[in-house]
């Protein structure tokens, strides 16, 4: 089994879109990338910690390729806002691949190349790639928020 962990907006919106993916054995929401340790939700709404919300993805390489993970997390939000995703607004919604091994960063990096090169977007990507730091798992409530409200997507 391996990780991977991807920050595209709100992580309800992005577990939900990795969770049902053949190969991937668990998801878990969370924060990564601040400064402040064992960070809440409240913490990190505050928009002064420096974390994202994030979506930690353990999967089995064999039966899903990082490349497969990367397709989807480039597909599920729009890349080009920066520290914003829809109405969620600041740092903690920021675009961003955290690599954990220098294989996922050469394909983090190859991919964006390669998206930014396909001219999808007439904005330029602001997605960071960005080393895996300490991943703090965010409270129980969260965790597969829209199957536990039986929600598809974020009410609005």
Known sequence: MEKATFGAGCFWHV??????LKGVTSTTV???GGTLKNPTYEDVCN???GHAEVLEVTYDPAKISYNDLLSVFWDIHD???????????GTQYR?????????????AELSKKSLEQSRKYKK??????????????????HQHYFAKHGLAACPR
Not at 15 to 20: I, L, M, N, V
């Open 30 to 32: 969370g924060y990564m």
């Open 15 to 20: 577990e939900e879109a990795f969770r049902h």
């Open 79 to 89: 890349p080009t806002t920066k520290n914003r995703q829809g109405p969620d607004v």
């Open 47 to 49: 928009d002064n910690t």
């Open 95 to 107: 675009s961003v691949i955290f690599y954990h091994t220098i294989e996922q960063k050469t394909a």
């Open 124 to 141: 330029n990507i602001v997605t960071e790639i960005t080393k895996a730091t300490t991943f703090y798992p965010a409270e129980e409530y």
